[in-house]
Structures are given as C-alpha cells and as structure tokens.
C-alpha cells in the first residue's frame, strides 16, 4: 500500500469515512460479522472471563499478562489512584453546573502540568503515564460527581477492584458483587473500539509528538460530542419521555412520522447486531429483575423489536448505548455520568493506541480541497463597497 499519494490523484472521503488512517494490533470492528476483536480474544470470551485490569494489560502490551505480570499491574493501578489534594480542592472549586467531561478535561490537564514526566516520551514512561492517568480518572469522576451533590470526597481504596473502587467512590459505600461485576463488564466492554472519532484525535494530538496527557485531553474532548459518547444519555431521556410500555408505540409511530432518529440505534461500521449491545441486554434485564423494576427494559425490548422489524433490513441495530444506559441507572449513576465512565474505560484504549502509534509515529497531516478563489486583487478597504 502506498503511504502516501499526490493531491491531484487523492479522493476526497467527506469525514474521512472509508479511509485507513492507521495500522494496529489492537482491535478489530467487524461492522458486517458483528464482532469486536481485542487482540485477538471476541469481547464475549473478555466480557466472560478477564477483567477489566487484565485488559489494560493486553491492550497496553498487545497479550495476555502472567499472573505475576498481572498482579504487578493491579498493584500500580491500585497505588497511583489518589489525586493531589490540590486537585481535590481544585475540583471543588470547578463551577457546579460545569458539564463533567469539560471537569475530566480540566482535571487531566491539571495533571500533566505536575507530573514530572510529562515531557518524557520515551515508551517506559509513557506506559507509566497510561497507568497513572487510567487509574486517577476514575477518582476525578467520582470526586466531581461527588462535589455537585454536595458531598465530601470519598478517597480511593487500594484493596478494592478498579470497578469495585469506582463505584465505592461515587456513592461511599462498598457495591456488592454483583455490580462490581457488571460495572467491570461495562468498563471492559468500552476500552477500546478501533479507529473511533476521539481516538483518531488522541492519535493527532500524539502524532506531533505533544505529550500523553494532551492526547488524553483531545480524546475527553472528542468523546464529549452527543454523535460520539453522548448517545447513551439520550436513550435514557428518550425512555423517561416515552414514560410507559403502553406510549412506545405511538411515541414510535410520531418519531417515524417526523423522520426523528431513535437514539441507541445505528453505526457508522456495525451494519448487524454489535456484539456489546447482546452482552449489555442480558445485564439490563438481570438488574431489572434484581431491582424488581423491569418497566425500562420491557420498554427497551419492545423499541428494539419494532426497530429491528422496521429498520433491520437497512443494517440498523441497536448499538452500545441502547441498554448500557438502564444498566448504569441501576448501578445509581446519573444520567450526564455517562458519557465520563465511557472516559474511565477508553482511557486505556486511548494511550493503549498512542503507545502503539508512537512505535512507528508519522505526523497526521491530510490535504483538503480547496474551494475557493485564486489571485483575487487587492482592494484598498476605504474602496469595498460590500
Ligand atoms: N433511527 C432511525 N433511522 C435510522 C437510525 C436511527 N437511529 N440510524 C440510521 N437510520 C436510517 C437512516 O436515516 C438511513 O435511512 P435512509 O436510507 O432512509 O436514508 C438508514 O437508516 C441507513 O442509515 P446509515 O446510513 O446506515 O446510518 P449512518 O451511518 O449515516 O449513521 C449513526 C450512523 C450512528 C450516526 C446513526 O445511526 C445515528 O444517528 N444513530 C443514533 C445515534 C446513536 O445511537 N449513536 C451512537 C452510535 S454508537
């Protein structure tokens, strides 16, 4: 394959749709089999049997750990989950009402100017940063949502699992098994996913070679957008709107009508069921039952099946978002806190690519079609007339 070609023969893609921008070992989005690949093991066998530290290990090292390897990590990402008390202090000065992403932001950038190795981009100390910044996203989340209820900062613990440790934090008090397994799950299910919108833009930001936290910072702010992490939260405003089983229908029946998009739905690559949203379901329903409270996944269920009859055909699906929402209601966490605990997942994704990328790094550099004028003349401002 040619690594580069000259402007005249080059194809405009609008949104860069169709172009490879990178080779990776990392994972494969297959939109037609409807399978997601992490280094090889389907996200069924990970989502089964690993968690979501052993796949920070695989993501960040491109195989499975030893044991001792494993617990070597598990001990890192324990220690180094305590923020700076002036970060602490920082964050709850943060305006209340700010949006969460725009405090993870904040918060990350914050730390890249203390730590001492933020200017050091040999691939030891940048394995270092992934592990630093993957483990105190977490505790800055937690700490902000805290901080809006009007709560005190509950510290991280360091005998608690990365999942285990999150939830603790956000509602201070231990999660049982049961939720730190399906939250580890959903953190699992989210680390990585190919050559997404924000991880394009973290590989950007590294390919000039500015530093990990500001390749960080640029994913934050990517995934931000409601066309990348935030179509989670819709689904749940969507489902709060339709308020009852017996409203899906004629709610559906008016968003046909108005051509309205049904949130939760679609994908740019997945033309099949994606693999994440089968996993998802089955941890809906058990927390539904769990909660003895199945209205959001009877609603939920009811949608996907008129969807599916409606829209299957056209390769629509539901996708990721649809019941990752009514999962973390039940595990208590608000609805704007979506689109961060996405942020605490991916981060190891993103470093895990910009590790990879930095192996072989060449500037992200595209052309663009110009459209304009040429060799316009110049013309004094006092004689423009319009
Ligand atoms: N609701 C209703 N119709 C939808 C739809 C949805 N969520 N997603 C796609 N369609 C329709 C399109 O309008 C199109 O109809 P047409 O053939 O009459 O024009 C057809 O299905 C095929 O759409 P497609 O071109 O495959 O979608 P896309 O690649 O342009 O868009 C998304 C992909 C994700 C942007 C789009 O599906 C969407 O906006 N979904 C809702 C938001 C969401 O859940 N995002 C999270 C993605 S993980």
Redesign the pocket.
């Known amino acids: 394959m040619p690594e580069a070609v000259k402007t005249a023969e080059a194809e405009f893609s609008k949104g860069l749709e169709g172009v490879i921008a990178a080779r990776s070992v990392l994972s494969l989005v297959d939109g037609t089999g409807g399978r997601l690949i992490y280094c090889g093991y389907p996200i069924q066998t990970l989502a089964q049997n690993s968690t979501f530290e052993e796949v920070c290990y695989l993501l960040w090292h491109k195989r499975m750990p030893l044991k001792t390897e494993l617990e070597e990590l598990d001990h890192l990402l324990k220690t180094n989950r305590e923020i700076p008390g002036e970060l602490v202090d920082l964050i709850y000065h943060f305006p209340r009402r700010a949006h969460p992403m725009d405090a993870l932001r904040t918060a990350i950038g914050y730390l890249g100017m203390t730590d001492p190795e933020t200017e050091t981009m040999n691939p030891e100390a940048n394995l270092r940063k992934a592990i630093r910044m993957t483990a105190k996203l977490s505790t800055i989340t937690a700490a902000f949502h805290r901080y809006r209820e009007g709560k005190e900062f509950v510290p991280p613990r360091t005998d608690l699992s990365h999942a285990g440790n999150f939830l603790y934090m956000m509602h201070g008090k231990q999660p049982d098994a049961e939720d730190t397994h399906i939250f580890d799950v959903c953190l699992i299910l989210h680390a990585e996913h190919g050559m997404n919108a924000s991880t394009f833009a973290s590989l950007v930001t590294i390919s000039t070679l500015a530093d990990l936290y500001s390749a960080i910072v640029t994913g934050i702010d990517t995934l931000k957008g409601p ?1 990348h992490g935030g ?1 989670n939260e ?1 689904v749940m405003r969507m489902l709060q709107e339709i308020g009852s089983i017996e409203n899906v229908e004629p709610w559906l029946a008016n968003a046909f009508a108005t051509k309205k ?8 690559v997945y ?1 099949t069921y994606d693999p994440r949203c089968s996993i998802l379901k089955e941890y809906a329903r058990r927390l539904s039952e769990k909660h003895n409270s199945m209205t959001w996944f009877e609603m939920g269920s009811l949608i996907e099946k008129i ?1 599916i009859e409606r ?1 299957g055909q ?3 699906y539901p ?3 649809f019941y990752s929402g009514i999962v973390y209601s039940f595990l208590g966490i608000p609805i704007d806190l979506f689109t961060p605990i996405f942020a605490v997942a991916r981060v190891s994704g993103w470093t895990a690519r910009c590790l990879e990328y930095l192996e072989d790094n060449r500037l992200f550099r595209p052309l663009d079609l110009y459209q304009g004028p040429e060799n316009l003349d110049y013309v004094p401002i006092e004689k423009r007339t319009s």
């Open positions: 066309l179509a819709q998009k049904i949130m939760g739905f679609g994908h740019r033309k969807m829209y056209k390769g629509v996708n990721v978002d």
